[in-house]
């Protein structure tokens, strides 16, 4: 096993960093929200670039925030980055990719098709699996001759289910179309999709040729995200993806004993990797220490897998005082509590904390004297993890995709099947094993929930942004769709989910984030997303604050100037109500420890 050391800021790593000696052609970062993916994907492919190869940078996350990192504008084509000779970066932008899909599956339909026929399919190929496939056929293309003429091709994930989700994709629709060339589906006409098969196939040999492909695993020195990461790697051994490295980020050490703060932080980190998977302590493994920079900009990244000395960095004093005017989560689960019932969405970037809060939340209701019910739309879910017991009052469930398919599927044959013969019953069942019927049940699960609103609280635990945003616009498309059949007929008396997420009284958008540059902006950019469609954030939480926990460790010391900016920048009007948790140095998991978040002060 080779590592790097995982030194305070002051100390110099002892070996370089595994990955990027003798580095495939293909490098697939992946991992749990807020681990640092971007940053080390963006960090590797920048070194890469400055040792004189040609390196380009792609981005399958919708909710990408390489352009801030960068400096450079995301375009769904490789774009040269300014200082960097030698890199390009691109994104897939998941609505491009859908409409470039359609477009080719239209004109595969041949001059023949009437309009009738090429509205039919381009309405078939306007949900969101569409979009999905069209993101990995992009990145599928990559993998192959489309991007021949790069040394190196580095992949920044989506956080891992979504990610899991993709790469699952190739076998699902290779499986679903083996001997199948009549009919339709959400992705266009089954002879058409058979273009797509080799191309599937070709992407997923590259993937798991170890000659070509490393997967890094990135994580943080902490339990749920070393647990995702086992339980990732368990799945990319299942697609045959087995050459695995472990990277752990942000790995700190105190420089001051005498700090309780700085010291839980550190024991809290070493007792994860102390406890890891042996699965996980059998991968070749790589130890990125904390920096005290922000990795925006072409110096820092250039910094952070660097064993040079860190760049310098000024450190002003900041106190914590200087947040005492943020009310705690305890406030916000009051303000909730002043309602008989409603509907409570936490959304936010991967890895801000979303589960912590909204299991928080759920309990400071319940300790108010409301009935709960906590569930979750987010592929990685645990839930029953951060928990760890029941409460009276407080249901838990999960939105299981699988689940929910098959309950979609035996809702559909037994509403269909009586009028059919045997062979038009077998027809409907394959057609319902298409892995679009996922999408279709999700949302009827997410509607479903929605509406328990009515009578009850409702706190629902979101997927990461992107993929939350795939669901939403799944709601808006079926809003738009019951809009045009009820046109006429009793129009005003339909309530579908979109019009409850718009309603403020009904539903209350929590977003969290965490006191850094990065989680911030894109929790701004998400709060525009929510307000095109007419659905206003209530209130925003910064999670982990240090600042609030008070430290005088010069390490972390050097990061509360940037934590303070982020604070200000909040204040100033992005946030209309803003709650923090301080950094805690007993982990809020169990339902003694989330339930002291939000112990009522009255």
Same mark, same amino acid.
């Given at each position: ?26 490098? @697939?970062? *992946?991992?749990?929200? +807020?681990?640092?993916?971007?940053? !080390? /994907?963006?960090?590797? &492919?920048?070194?890469?670039?400055? $040792? ?102 580095? @992949?920044? *994930?989506?956080?891992? +289910?979504?990610?899991?989700?993709? !790469? /699952?994709?190739?076998? &699902?629709?290779?499986?679903?179309? $083996? ?424």
């Amino acid at each position: 096993m080779d590592t790097t050391a995982s030194g305070s800021e002051n100390s110099q790593c002892d070996s370089p960093i595994g990955f990027l000696v003798k580095p495939t052609r293909h490098l @697939f970062f *992946t991992g749990k929200g +807020g681990v640092g993916k971007t940053s !080390l /994907s963006t960090a590797t &492919a920048l070194t890469l670039a400055d $040792a004189g190869q040609k390196v380009l940078l792609v981005s399958t996350d919708a909710a990408s925030n390489l352009d801030e990192m960068l400096g450079v504008a995301l375009r769904n084509r490789p774009t040269p980055v300014p200082g960097a000779p030698g890199l390009w970066v691109l994104n897939i932008d998941p609505d491009n990719a859908a409409e470039a899909y359609r477009q080719r599956v239209v004109a595969q339909m041949g001059a023949a098709a009437s309009e009738t026929e090429r509205a039919t399919v381009r309405e078939q190929l306007s949900g969101a699996c569409t979009t999905e496939i069209a993101s990995f056929d992009e990145f599928a293309s990559l993998l192959s001759d489309d991007a021949e003429h790069f040394d190196h091709i580095v @992949f920044d *994930t989506a956080p891992t +289910g979504h990610t899991l989700r993709l !790469l /699952s994709l190739p076998k &699902a629709w290779s499986g679903f179309l $083996a001997g199948n060339d009549r009919g339709a589906s959400c992705l266009g006409p089954h002879s058409g999709l058979k273009i797509q098969e080799e191309r599937f196939k070709a992407a997923l040999q590259a993937l798991s040729d170890p000659a070509l492909t490393t997967v890094v695993l990135v994580t943080r020195a902490d339990k749920g995200a070393i647990t995702e990461a086992a339980r990732t790697s368990e799945e990319l051994h299942a697609l045959g993806l087995n050459n695995q490295r472990l990277a752990i980020n942000g790995v700190f050490h105190a420089s001051d004993r005498s700090d309780a703060v700085a010291c839980a932080i550190e024991d809290l980190g070493q007792l994860a990797l102390n406890e890891m998977p042996q699965s996980l302590k059998r991968l070749p493994q790589d130890q990125v220490p904390l920096r005290a920079f922000d990795t925006v900009g072409l110096p820092a990244l250039r910094a952070l897998l660097s064993s040079a000395a860190p760049i310098a960095t000024a450190v002003p004093s900041v106190s914590a005082s200087q947040i005492s005017f943020v009310q705690g989560l305890a406030a916000l689960a009051d303000e909730l509590a002043t309602a008989d019932h409603g509907l409570i969405m936490v959304m936010g970037k991967g890895g801000v904390g979303k589960t912590t809060v909204a299991a928080a939340l759920a309990l400071g209701l319940v300790q108010r004297g409301k009935t709960v019910h906590l569930s979750t739309t987010d592929p990685a879910a645990h839930l029953a993890v951060t928990l760890e017991g029941e409460v009276p009052g407080l249901r838990v469930s999960r939105i299981d995709p699988q689940v929910e398919t098959q309950r979609y599927i035996d809702k559909i044959m037994a509403a269909k099947s009586p009028g059919l013969d045997a062979q038009e019953q077998a027809l409907l069942l394959e057609d319902l094993h298409s892995p679009c019927t996922e999408e279709v049940a999700v949302f009827h699960a997410f509607s479903r929930i929605v509406s328990e609103g009515r009578s009850a609280f409702v706190v629902l635990d979101t997927a990461p942004t992107g993929h939350s945003m795939l669901l939403m616009d799944a709601t808006g498309a079926y809003h738009r769709q019951m809009v045009r059949e009820f046109e006429g007929h009793g129009a005003g008396r339909m309530v579908t989910p979109l019009m409850r997420l718009q309603d403020a009284a009904y539903t209350k958008i929590i977003l969290v984030t965490l006191p850094e540059v990065t989680p911030v902006s894109q929790a701004a950019a998400l709060q525009e997303d929510l307000r095109r469609a007419n659905v206003e954030p209530y209130a925003w939480v910064l999670n982990k604050s240090v600042l609030a926990a008070g430290t005088h460790d010069p390490l972390l010391a050097a990061r509360l100037v940037s934590e303070h900016k982020q604070i200000e920048r909040l204040s100033a009007g992005l946030a209309q109500r803003l709650f923090t948790l301080p950094w805690l140095t007993v982990p809020p998991i169990g339902l003694v420890e989330l339930s002291k978040l939000v112990l009522t002060a009255i």
